[in-house]
Nanobody, 114 residues
């Protein structure tokens, strides 16, 4: 059973920064892809960024240059550094891991005030 637990969300003013963390049960090096998704009220869940087990990263156009995804295999952690936050970044952010199945965390709320 894979468990993913996000933390680090909160309320921040526009232009500010937050760092989200995702703690995984067991070794994350086994996962093919790790990623962050977000879902704003009334909208579909969308990809924010992902990283594969070769450390290749991929970002949504809306966050390129502002967000950075990283992984720490020794600590079984995945991070999302979010800088220059905008009100439109407000959403629940979810950690996602892909192995034979897809696993999701419970989400963490990020609210950016204007």
């Amino acid at each position: 059973q894979v468990q993913l637990v996000e933390s680090g969300g909160g309320l921040v003013q526009a232009g500010g920064s937050l760092r989200l963390s995702c703690a995984a049960s067991g070794s994350i090096s086994r996962f093919n892809v790790l990623g962050w998704y977000r879902q704003a009220p009334g909208k579909q869940r969308e990809l924010v960024a992902n990283i594969n087990n070769g450390d290749r990263t991929n970002y949504a156009d809306s966050v390129k240059g502002r967000f950075t995804i990283s992984r720490d295999n020794a600590q079984n952690m995945v991070y999302l550094q979010m800088n220059s936050l905008k009100p439109e970044d407000t959403a629940v952010y979810y950690c996602r891991a892909v192995l034979a199945n897809i696993y999701w965390g419970q989400g963490t709320q990020v609210t950016v005030s204007s």
